[in-house]
């Protein structure tokens, strides 16, 4: 079979464009000069646009192409547009902080646009390769943009922190599949479903592979013990790419778990579960208990997010098609109130001044009383306090848990919610009970605020509205 037939390109066609687009914006930014770099800004946000409308236009059902490295479902189209809405999310919300800093430069839309390349490669991935193929082409996006401000030491320790520690899960998550592949003979994930539900692979070769499999994965994630790079990373790292690494990556490697474990991997269950119990109890806890201890606000968030990963977790632990789903809606619904929190941190910082200490928030309901009420939002989500989206997307993993008879294990999540709502309520106190200790102004652009306050308002939307959102999910997985 010609790996590049017609049909073939036709499937890949949102990958085309990106990648096309994306090689072109590289090129043009090249020829301009620094006072040109709008156009990069601009053309960079037509990349993403018109990726999503290929997307769109890409053909309805299952298609297999390249020889079964690469498939287009629901899950996949799902995936991709939702990614298309989060750059274009990143790019709004960037280019303010990035030219009052002397950052604005093409090197960071180009690599943003490159990581969401391997976003798409992993959402669409049909074969092992292929979504080792992804995780690298995301991950060494990743350790650039990590590193993008030059003149920062912080920012250079954090990206080479990240770069060891990345290398080293990627080495795991490749002799994994070196093992899988040696037991079963192949690298197809609906062949390797096939030898897995059959009972014809090596059940000790295979369990090994599966434990390398699962750390990588972990890793990728940030599920403790394997977790250790990312308060450092998300401090570390300039906002803005905090931003994107709070809420993007997350779909690639929900796309990554998905296909490894759900679909590869399915029959295989019991084995990986038990694993999985393990990582997210440790993410719930380790995550919820050191965030209450955390002054700075980004390392707070980071810690917030290792804790949100044990939940997502959870609903691979069911195992059951209303887990995969509430894993989804889980995941989304934190990637819009991971972009909400970082984006206010961006808001109150300006040339100079970072704000990315909880007390930099202090009596930010005085300056500005409507974007104290959008972080607000924020924060009672992320704790999961009713109607907000957040709430819903707990309720949904717990009561998937709950359906497999693995009550202790949603008591658990429970009790380690309301641990965390502490220091979500703390930046409630801070912004609005205590007196501000900056009187400096609001400083951005009428499209940033624009898109903060749809931001804020979409998870109270989405939270009272959320049967569509899950019908919408429900509708991809199948």
Not at 57 to 75: C, K, M
Not at 131 to 150: I, K, N, P
Not at 348 to 362: C, F, H, P, Q, W
Not at 404 to 418: E, Q
Request: proline share 3%; aromatic share 12%.
């Amino acid at each position: 079979m010609n790996p590049f037939a017609s049909v073939d390109l036709v499937l890949a066609f949102p990958e085309i464009v990106l990648l096309g687009a994306t090689c072109l914006v590289l090129v043009i930014d090249a020829f301009l000069k620094d006072s040109q770099r709008q156009v990069t800004y601009f053309l960079s946000l037509a990349t993403v646009l018109a990726t999503a409308v290929a997307v769109s236009a890409s053909p309805e059902g299952r298609h297999l192409a390249f020889s079964g490295l690469f498939v287009i479902d629901g899950v996949s189209q799902f995936l991709k547009l939702v990614t298309c809405g989060v750059i274009a999310a990143v790019f709004l919300y960037s280019r303010d902080y990035l030219a009052k800093r002397g950052l604005f430069k093409g090197e960071y839309f180009v690599l943003t646009l490159f990581a969401s390349l391997g976003i798409f490669v992993m959402a669409s991935a049909h074969s092992l390769l292929s979504l080792y193929m992804g995780v690298e082409l995301l991950a060494l996006s990743q350790y650039a943009l990590v590193a993008f401000d030059r003149d920062s030491p912080v920012a250079a320790e954090s990206a080479m922190k990240y770069f060891v520690l990345g290398a080293i899960a990627s080495g795991l998550l490749l002799y994994g599949i070196s093992i899988v592949y040696g037991v079963t003979g192949t690298f197809d994930l609906g062949v390797l479903a096939s030898h897995v539900h059959g009972g014809t692979t090596h059940q000790v070769g295979l369990l090994l592979g599966l434990a390398f499999l699962i750390a990588g994965i972990a890793f990728k994630f940030g599920a403790v013990p394997f977790h250790m790079w990312v308060p450092d990373v998300y401090e570390g790292a300039p906002t803005s790419v905090t931003l994107f690494l709070g809420a993007a990556p997350k779909l690639a490697y929900f796309a990554l778990a998905f296909r490894v474990l759900a679909e590869g991997l399915g029959g295989a269950a019991d084995s990986w579960q038990q694993m999985l119990v393990v990582l997210s109890v440790l993410s719930l806890a380790i995550g919820n208990v050191v965030a209450v201890a955390q002054t700075n606000l980004k390392r707070m968030l980071a810690y917030s997010t290792i804790s949100n990963v044990g939940f997502i977790l959870l609903g691979f632990i069911a195992g059951t098609p209303d887990g995969y789903r509430a894993a989804l809606f889980y995941t989304v619904s934190y990637v819009l109130m991971a972009l909400g929190s970082f984006a206010t941190i961006i808001l109150v910082s300006r040339a100079g001044y970072e704000a990315d200490r909880i007390s930099d928030l202090k009596g930010l309901a005085q300056k500005s009383p409507w974007f104290a009420w959008m972080m607000l939002f924020m924060m009672m989500s992320t704790a999961g306090v009713p109607p907000f989206v957040g709430f819903f997307a707990k309720l949904y993993v717990i009561q998937s848990v709950l359906a497999v008879g693995m009550t202790w294990l949603a008591i658990l999540a429970v009790l380690f919610s309301v641990i965390g709502a502490f220091y979500y309520l703390r930046v409630v106190k801070v912004m609005f009970f205590d007196a501000p200790e900056d009187e400096g102004p609001l400083l951005a652009s009428a499209g940033f605020k624009l898109l903060l306050s749809l931001n804020g308002v979409a998870a109270l939307v989405l939270g009272i509205g959320n049967s569509a959102l899950l019908s919408s999910i429900g509708a991809a997985l199948q």
